[in-house]
């Protein structure tokens, strides 16, 4: 198993998987997501680049699956405050992982 950095992007590979992962294009790296005032959560866009091999995208935040779909490259999730671990793993097993920050605005 190897660890490497893409960006600022931590990845963890099984060295039998090609060097390619999934790759994170949104939610930004560093961005802080606010929640308009009277609402509880805010929609975030998600956007990938994956491999051509990929058939299925599963995305979990917290290690909790949320959504599994099929060749999609774009998708919105919702989330409230605090900080969240999105990760996106294809059906071989690459993955990517992100931290997202949501936070209220006053």
């Known amino acids: 198993i190897g660890v490497r950095l893409v960006g600022s992007e931590m990845c963890i590979r099984d060295s039998s998987i090609p060097d390619e992962v999934p790759i994170i294009l949104s939610p930004?790296?560093?961005?802080?997501y606010?929640?308009?005032?009277?609402?509880?959560?805010?929609?975030?866009?998600?956007?990938?680049?994956?491999?051509?091999?990929?058939?299925?995208?599963?995305?979990?935040i917290d290690n909790k699956l949320v959504k599994k779909v099929s060749g999609k490259k774009t998708d919105i999730f919702k989330l409230g405050p605090g900080t969240f671990t999105l990760k996106v793993v294809d059906d071989r097993g690459r993955f990517s992982k992100r931290i997202i920050n949501v936070m209220n605005v006053l």
């Open 28 to 32: 930004k790296i560093g961005f802080t």
């Open 34 to 60: 606010a929640i308009e005032p009277g609402r509880s959560q805010v929609s975030i866009p998600l956007k990938l680049k994956t491999l051509a091999d990929a058939q299925s995208i599963s995305i979990y």
